[in-house]
């Protein structure tokens, strides 16, 4: 049956919003599709003939709306489509962009390969223009494969067939959007754009692909009143030449949760004549991030940051998001309850996600999909990640720099190790991530990994988590940090180790602290409904009443909200997901409490926020 209310095209809107083009062709839509179980497909044949079925990109094959709907183990699976190159595209560079294939991406166009990536939450681009002509059809085949035998940034995405406990539904192969662009044979690469608040102005990198005598980029940067500034600065010398771009004071407007505000802004390379060779469109907003002591201040202000965990998933899309009113709706009703902002968790979310962020002032914190690093019969099973991690990172940074939103990088999640003489490897890729983020970006603070342990000394922030369920407990855990010994996770979270047990984590030096998971409270439709692996499950003992789980919300967040040296937290979670009932809203997104009481109790005044003219204690490295 055909579901009228769906667009023809699925998710037809432009996918990267803060670099784009007029020209370019969405390939959403159906492809032919076929399952390789055993990923022998290459040698059955699968490159050179038909496939079996149809496939609606880009949901993934386990989701409904893919209209797949096989959520058993895929090793690969194969995609095929004709596309016809339009003629006005002739003497231009054609460009394949992908906005996220899991896991282990092939891509072949006429029976020649292409381009290969490996990276489920990345995206990535192939330059085909050698193997396609204007005005002629060309075939596009696509081949994941998704092993899931070793270490492998997966997400929460599940290990064995069925949802259990923290894991859910896989999804494999294409799941963000795949389009077409031309380009000239001289283009812009996708800025970097770095705001100064103490200087009113915007620093501009502009990559290129190549460089031609003569040729100039001209940024202009504008508001609802017209053109603010512009500059420009010469093309032929460097490959990312780049410009400072002063406001006038009039002008200045920063951004923030309470004004989101966005400057419009153009870039255009044009030739030795004055002529444009390539235009895109971007936006930019003033922001600035910066530490006082344990003070994490956005625009020089304390602004406590009432963060939700949001994991990104969708009982029809799973990891995609059904349409764009659902990415916009979900910072809607995160907005509603009284949270400013989002850990976004174990997920890459897609690039619109953040653009809607963006215009509707939410802050949010950019974290890898890193789970998935354990090796089982390793020590403890220790999580050894592997350098493609640090890569896949890296293509992350890359892709989300110059979101205003984003305040925020976290590459890692609850790293578990001890710290001691045998060797580890995640050590050296904590580190590596860790330099990699300060290396690209020096604008806005980094947490090596999110609670348990942290291993890298000069981590700029520090975090634990808790899902102690009583106020008063809760309390006595986190009261430490106003000597400076802020409760850092061990394994059993609440055991004191012996003496010689070695330590979870570096030594605490005076970072900004927050508590970034806590919560989780379970509530669930029916109050009988077994607390396992195949019914719903939240932390600690399920309310009796709706009443029960307001008094518990309110003393937990109460006692966040009240220490002075909390400059936030983030409460799990936004969302039920599947079998894990402990949101704020349902999987279906709606209600199950008094938004009202839930707003009221988030959104009075932090002591964070009224400690404003009090000096921060403590000290950064």
């Known amino acids: ?47 050179d003939r038909p496939l079996s079925e149809r496939i609606t990109v880009p949901f993934a094959p386990e989701s409904e709306l893919s209209g797949i709907h096989d959520i058993d183990f895929m090793t690969a699976v194969w995609y095929r489509r004709a596309v016809d190159i339009p003629d006005e595209w002739a003497g231009e560079r054609v460009l394949l962009h992908f906005g996220a294939v899991d896991h282990d991406t092939t891509v072949w166009v006429d029976g020649t390969e292409v381009g290969r990536h490996r990276g489920g939450f990345s995206s990535f681009t192939f330059d085909i223009t050698s193997r396609v002509t204007a005005g002629e059809s060309a075939e596009i085949v696509v081949r994941a494969r998704d092993p899931r035998s070793g270490p492998q940034a997966r997400g929460k995405q599940s290990t064995v067939y069925a949802n259990a406990v923290t894991e859910y539904t896989r999804t494999t192969g294409i799941w963000q959007t795949v389009w077409l662009e031309p380009v000239p044979p001289v283009a812009l690469g996708r800025p970097r754009i770095t705001p100064n608040v103490a200087a009113s102005s915007f620093l501009f990198e502009l990559p290129l692909s190549a460089n031609r005598p003569g040729t100039r ?15 420009s600065v010469r093309a032929d010398l460097d490959l990312a030449p780049s410009v400072q771009i002063a406001l006038p004071s009039d002008r200045v407007r920063l951004w923030s949760v309470t004004d989101p505000h966005l400057y419009d802004v153009e870039i255009v390379l044009e030739d030795a004549d004055g002529r444009a060779l390539d235009t895109v469109a971007s936006y930019a907003g003033l922001r600035s991030v910066s530490i006082d ?88 099973e220790w999580q050894q990640p592997t350098s493609s991690f640090i890569t896949q990172w890296v293509e992350v940074l890359e892709r989300d720099y110059s979101h205003p939103s984003i305040i925020g990088w976290c590459p890692l999640n609850e790293t578990f190790q001890f710290i001691d003489d045998r060797i580890s490897v995640l050590d050296d890729v904590t580190r590596a991530m860790f330099l990699a983020t300060k290396g690209f970006d020096r604008s806005r603070p980094t947490l090596d990994a999110s609670g348990y342990s942290h291993r890298v000394v000069e981590t700029e922030i520090w975090d634990s988590h808790s899902y102690e369920q009583d106020p008063a407990e809760f309390a006595r855990m986190m009261a430490p940090i106003a000597h400076g010994e802020p409760y850092t996770n ?19 030096r005076g970072q900004p602290y927050f508590c970034s998971e806590f919560g989780g409270i379970w509530w669930n439709a029916s109050p009988d409904a077994a607390r396992d692996e195949a019914g719903s499950w939240g932390y600690g003992g399920r309310p009796r009443s709706v009443e029960e789980f307001h008094e518990r919300f309110d003393g937990l967040v109460s006692v966040l909200l009240d220490d002075p040296e909390m400059f936030g937290y983030c409460y799990t979670q936004l969302t039920d997901v599947f079998q894990e009932q402990n949101g ?15 707003r009221a109790v988030q959104t009075r005044p932090a002591a964070f926020e009224d400690g404003r003219d009090r000096p921060c204690l403590g000290s950064t490295t």
């Open 584 to 598: 704020i809203y349902t999987f279906d997104r709606d209600e199950k409490f008094d938004m009202e009481r839930i």
């Open 490 to 508: 061990r394994e059993g979270d609440r055991e004191t180790p012996p003496r010689d047990t070695p330590p979870w984590s570096v030594e605490y």
């Open 217 to 231: 980029i001209r940024v202009a940067v504008s508001d609802a009143d017209g053109e603010v500034a512009r500059g």
């Open 1 to 47: 049956m055909i579901d009228e209310a769906r667009p023809a095209v699925p998710r037809p809107e432009y996918p990267r919003p803060q670099f784009r083009r007029e020209r370019w062709m969405t390939l959403n839509g159906e492809w032919e599709f076929e399952i390789d179980r055993s990923d022998s497909g290459r040698e059955r044949g699968l490159l």
């Open 293 to 380: 002591g344990r003070g994490f201040l956005i625009n020089g202000e304390r602004v406590f940051q009432r963060l939700v965990l949001d994991q990104g998933l969708y009982r029809d899309g799973i990891l995609t998001a059904p349409d764009d009113d659902a990415l916009v709706r979900d910072i809607l009703l995160s907005q509603a309850a009284g949270f400013n902002g989002a850990r976004l968790h174990q997920k890459v979310f897609e690039e619109r996600f953040l653009y809607h962020a963006d215009r509707l002032g939410y802050l949010v914190w950019g974290e890898f999909a890193d789970w998935g690093a354990r090796v089982p019969g390793a020590p403890e």
